[in-house]
């Protein structure tokens, strides 16, 4: 994170090869001339996100709508993102991220981030992400964005099914119910279950994330040797202490999910709600230190718009500072995903950079709103150039 610099990019190769900061003269970034205030940032990364191009935040809809509508809303929603300086996203379960990602590898789609894709989520039969629950087993089944299995032995195939029908780049489990579906939270797969899940995952050496609400839910995704407890609702300072000992394991509270205006009232969600953006991100900032990794949770609905995705960095101040924050969205966020050559302005990195005008967000991430973003280049290649 850079004010005033001079940064580079091979053309052929995409990566990073000369980085200087500078205190004098013109902004010069991959070859372009900046003679204004700016910060240079790596390109944002949200690792938790859904491209399910729908307006409406109703799950029916999510499963219903024809996919040539949700894939044309979803490229538009992609293009909002790039647009907002980032650079990369991971989807954790929906119908079309995975060929939105096969085609930005080829070239076929231009404009979108770079998409790490989990393809569709990995859920129980009867759970909170079998749904619509009015249509019978099998309408469900085809329509929905996640495999139901029962056993290790049928999860280890979704695992397998997952990367042979589009080349999934992570995994992505139900360990809990959610909120989407209404009812009381409770865990979901079991411990055997969710360890042939991360193990299969592993096998492909990808990554392994699960949805946990619930303490109960959180240690069966500790136990089971996942990669990163998404969401975490739940958290104690026990469990912080086994996520801490794994080392490599991400902590990502997805608080942008829980920030959003609801016109209802549910005192069992709302109190869960209140606990996990005070108490549980308290303990997970504070002696024990988890790995934070930036994920909003959006799926691209009105509540929850791409292109504002920003917002969860700037949650993420309040209990890690600005510069902390920045990191979670952008050097951690790349190790959560299993991509260091991201998220770095480094000699031999990606060349994803994006140019921020005015006061720097390494003292307000306030200022990463995406009028502010002049400049954006994904692997040396410019994606958005506003007036300098």
């Not at 859904?50 to 949700?70: C, I, M, N, Q, R």
């Not at 129980?124 to 099998?138: R, S």
């Not at 960095?313 to 966020?333: C, D, E, I, K, N």
Request: aromatic share 6%; with cysteine; hydrophobic share 35%.
């Amino acid at each position: 994170m850079l004010e005033r610099a001079e940064v580079s990019v091979n053309e052929a190769s995409g990566e990073i090869e000369y980085v200087d900061e500078t205190r004098q003269g013109t902004n010069q970034v991959n070859g372009k001339a900046i003679d204004r205030d700016i910060t240079v940032l790596p390109g944002l990364i949200d690792t938790h996100i859904h491209f399910f191009g729908t307006a409406s935040h109703d799950l029916a809809d999510w499963v219903l709508e024809p996919v040539e509508v949700l894939v044309v809303n979803s490229v538009n929603d992609a293009r909002h993102l790039i647009r907002a300086g980032f650079t990369t996203v991971r989807t954790l379960g929906d119908k079309v991220s995975l060929g939105l990602s096969r085609a930005e590898k080829v070239g076929s789609l231009y404009g979108p981030p770079r998409i790490v894709s989990a393809g569709f989520s990995i859920a129980e039969t009867g759970g909170g992400d079998d749904d619509p629950k009015f249509l019978p087993y099998e309408v469900a089944k085809a329509l929905s964005y996640s495999y139901y299995c029962d056993g290790p032995w049928e999860c280890r195939k979704a695992v397998r099914l997952n990367i042979r029908n589009g080349g999934a780049e992570a995994i992505k489990a139900y360990a809990s119910r959610s909120f989407v579906g209404g009812g009381q939270i409770k865990p979901e797969l079991t411990v055997e279950e969710l360890s042939a899940i991360a193990e299969e995952a592993h096998r492909a050496h990808l990554k392994a994330a699960a949805h946990a609400y619930g303490e109960e839910a959180i240690r069966n995704t500790v136990d089971a040797g996942f990669d990163s407890v998404e969401h975490g609702l739940g958290l104690t300072e026990d469990l912080a202490e086994e996520i801490r000992k794994r080392g490599g394991m991400f902590y990502t509270p997805t608080l942008s999910a829980y920030m959003r205006e609801r016109r209802d009232r549910v005192p069992y969600r709302d109190e869960m709600i209140e606990r996990h953006i005070s108490r549980e991100m308290e303990i997970a900032t504070g002696g024990v230190g988890l790995r934070i990794a930036c994920g909003t949770d959006y799926v691209g609905t009105r509540t929850e718009p791409h292109g504002m995705n920003y917002r969860e960095v700037l949650y993420l101040q309040r209990y890690l500072g600005p510069v902390g924050a920045l990191r979670a969205a952008t050097s951690t966020a790349a190790d959560c995903i299993g991509r260091p050559d991201l998220g770095r302005l480094a000699r031999g990195k990606r060349g994803d950079i994006v140019v921020v005008s005015g006061d720097p967000p390494t003292k307000d991430a306030s200022n990463l709103e995406p009028d502010r973003i002049l400049f954006v280049a994904k692997s040396g290649k410019t994606m958005l150039e506003r007036g300098a």
